[in-house]
């Protein structure tokens, strides 16, 4: 689906393993094939899709690996390459077409700038109610989730449907809850005013100033390391502000809550998403996690015993003040 259009691919990896140290694949397995690394190692020496079926299975496509490669290699895209060419999981092939044809039956967008809100958020209206009042948005019916759903196996994208989907958000200011779509929004429609619902909602006064010293923010690590340069400035402002711990490392990389593969779609966290969470809060004692990414309240609420709040819902809350 995407071809091999990228500016660098496997074959400049030097084995240099700088991506392994944030890859929440390695992290968790140890296991050198469960890297980009090894990955692009494996295609290297000839290895096929079949023979890497399981590790391009178990990639989140988090993005954390490719802002860290000297080679400037492009391992996420390089991974939904190569996912695209293995058979589609059924039950996300089953979802996929669900919707789209929830998309066909979808009113018009309504006029302005628009929510595309995501499966995630979506899947809990009374959150989904909250973020539209706070951000003043109306939600487009046709989201872009079965387009999501494609990304996120490698599927192919019918092309009528894609220009259709675009048609109807071309030239609207967008703010987007799935990171993996906004990545692709960015490529689809340049120059478009867009924005990850994570960034959009830290933004507002209301919810900035609620955010405590003593949360742990968990970035939606998608979204943030599509937009990796711009970002930083925004979650780097954010932590100055209020003070809170954040799932960044110490590259600035945002290490995600889940470390299965097709996090926003599993239906429950599987064994190795609650070992991320569980390390990702190693030596933290946050007396509240703040998350952007309403799929990761799931995991968290499993690992941790203070409670899990979306962003949005910080601003019915009390201010929280702080003193520099
Ligand atoms: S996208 Fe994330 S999980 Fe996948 S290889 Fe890169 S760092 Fe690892
Ligand atoms: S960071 Fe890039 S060059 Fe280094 S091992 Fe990983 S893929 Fe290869």
């Known amino acids: 689906m995407y ?107 309504p006029a302005g700038a628009l929510l595309l809100a995501g499966a ?40 009528q449907r894609k220009r259709r989907f675009l048609n109807a958000i071309d030239g609207r200011s967008l703010v987007v809850g799935d990171g993996l779509l906004l990545r692709e929004l960015r490529r689809w429609l340049p120059g478009a005013r867009l924005q990850g619902l994570g960034e959009a909602l830290g933004s507002l006064p209301a919810i900035r100033r609620r955010i405590a010293s003593t949360d742990f923010y968990v970035i939606e690590a998608r979204a943030f390391h599509a937009d990796h340069a711009r970002l930083v400035a925004h979650y780097d402002g954010l932590r100055k502000d209020r003070g809170c711990a954040m799932n960044l490392d110490l590259q600035r990389i945002a290490m995600p809550a889940r470390a299965s593969a097709y996090p926003a779609l599993r239906m429950g966290p599987a064994r190795e998403d609650l070992e991320q969470a569980r390390w990702l809060l190693q030596g933290r004692r946050p007396a509240r996690i703040v998350i952007e990414d309403a799929a990761e309240r799931d995991v968290l609420r499993r690992v941790a015993d203070v409670p899990v709040l979306h962003l949005a819902e910080l601003a019915a809350l009390n201010e929280v003040t702080v003193y520099a």
């Open 3 to 109: 071809s091999t259009a990228h500016p660098r691919d496997y074959p400049a990896c030097s084995g240099c393993s700088l991506c392994r140290l944030v890859c929440p694949m390695w992290r968790h397995r140890r296991d050198p094939r469960f890297s980009p690394e090894g990955i692009a190692k494996a295609r290297q020496n000839g290895a096929g899709v079949t023979e890497l079926a399981d590790v391009l299975d178990a990639c989140t496509l988090c993005g954390a690996c490719d802002p860290v490669c000297p080679e400037d290699i492009a391992l996420s895209d390089m991974i939904m390459d190569l996912r695209g060419e293995l058979e589609l999981p059924p039950d996300l092939a089953v979802l996929q077409v669900g919707y789209a044809q929830a998309a066909a039956q979808a009113a018009p967008a």
């Open 120 to 159: 995630a958020l979506r899947a809990d209206p009374t959150l989904l109610t909250q973020v539209e009042a706070l951000l003043g948005l109306r939600s487009a019916g046709d989201d872009g989730a079965d387009l999501a759903v494609a990304l996120e196996i490698g599927g192919d994208i019918d092309p």
